[in-house]
C-alpha cells in the first residue's frame, strides 16, 4: 500500500523558516519523481515544486522561487521542502503527491503569521 505522511508544518512568523519532511513507504521511492502541492483557505490546489526520481531536477512555482527548496534522500525515502523567507500568502496545507498512480499524503498545515 502506498503511503505519504507529510510532518514539519506549524506557525511561523513572516520571515521565518520551516522544512517539511514527506515518509514515503509502499513502494520503490527512488524510482519516481515527487511534488509538493499547496491549498491555502478558500483557494484550489497550487503546484509548488517538483523533483525527479534521482533528485538532480528540479521545478518551481515563480511564487516560490528562490526562498523554496525541494530535496529527496532516496536511501530515506523521505522528500523534503525548506521554505525560508516565509510570507503570509505561503499559508496553506502543504501536500506531497506522487503523480504516477495519483497519490497523495494526508497534509500538513502551514501558517504564516505574526
Known amino acids: 500500500e502506498v503511503q505519504l505522511v507529510e510532518s514539519g508544518g506549524g506557525l511561523v512568523q513572516p520571515g521565518g523558516s520551516l522544512r517539511l519532511s514527506c515518509a514515503a513507504s509502499g513502494f520503490t521511492f527512488s524510482s519516481y519523481a515527487m511534488s509538493w502541492v499547496r491549498q491555502a483557505p478558500g483557494k484550489g490546489l497550487e503546484w509548488v515544486s517538483a523533483?525527479?526520481?534521482?533528485?538532480?531536477?528540479?521545478s518551481y512555482a515563480d511564487s516560490v522561487k528562490g526562498r523554496f527548496t525541494i530535496s529527496r534522500d532516496n536511501a530515506k525515502n523521505t522528500l523534503y521542502l525548506q521554505m525560508n523567507s516565509l510570507k503570509p500568502e505561503d499559508t496553506a496545507v502543504y501536500y506531497c503527491?506522487?503523480?504516477?498512480?495519483?497519490?497523495w499524503g494526508q497534509g500538513t498545515q502551514v501558517t504564516v503569521s505574526s
Open positions: 523533483i525527479n526520481s534521482g533528485g538532480g531536477s528540479t
Open positions: 503527491r506522487r503523480a504516477v498512480g495519483g497519490y
